[in-house]
C-alpha cells in the first residue's frame, strides 16, 4: 500500500530586508514580502506554481500595504479602542498613542 502526501500551500516569501517606512505607523520597521504557492511532496515545498504580489508587512503595527502605498490591511483589535495610526490598542484616557507617539 502506498500514501501520497501532497497539495498546494502558501509561503511567505521575504524578497528584501532593508526596513522601509510604514505607511500607517511612519516607523522603519516594513518589510517587502511575497506569498507564493507552492507545490509540496510530504509537507516539503518542491515547486513553486503561483507568484504571488508584492507587499509591505510591518513588524510594528501589523498593517499590510502595497507597492505604491495604499493599505490593504491592519490589525484587528477586539476591544474597538484602537490608534488610528499604528492600529495597537490604547485606554480610553490617552490623548496620545504609547506606541508611535502621534496625537489621537
Do not use: W
Not at 498546494?8 to 505607523?25: A, E, N, S, Y
Not at 507552492?38 to 504571488?52: A, D, E
Amino acid at each position: 500500500m502506498f500514501f501520497f502526501i501532497g497539495g498546494i500551500q502558501p509561503k511567505t516569501v521575504t524578497l528584501d530586508d532593508t526596513p522601509r517606512m510604514c505607511t500607517v505607523c511612519g516607523l522603519y520597521q516594513a518589510r517587502f514580502k511575497r506569498v507564493d504557492q507552492y507545490l509540496s511532496l510530504f509537507f516539503i515545498p518542491i515547486v513553486r506554481i503561483k507568484k504571488g504580489t508584492p507587499f509591505l508587512q510591518c513588524q510594528g503595527c501589523g498593517s499590510i500595504s502595497g507597492e505604491t502605498g495604499e493599505i490593504l490591511a491592519r490589525r484587528a483589535e477586539r476591544n474597538g479602542l484602537a490608534c488610528p495610526f499604528c492600529g495597537h490598542s490604547i485606554g480610553p484616557g490617552f490623548r496620545f498613542c504609547p506606541f508611535c507617539g502621534k496625537r489621537l
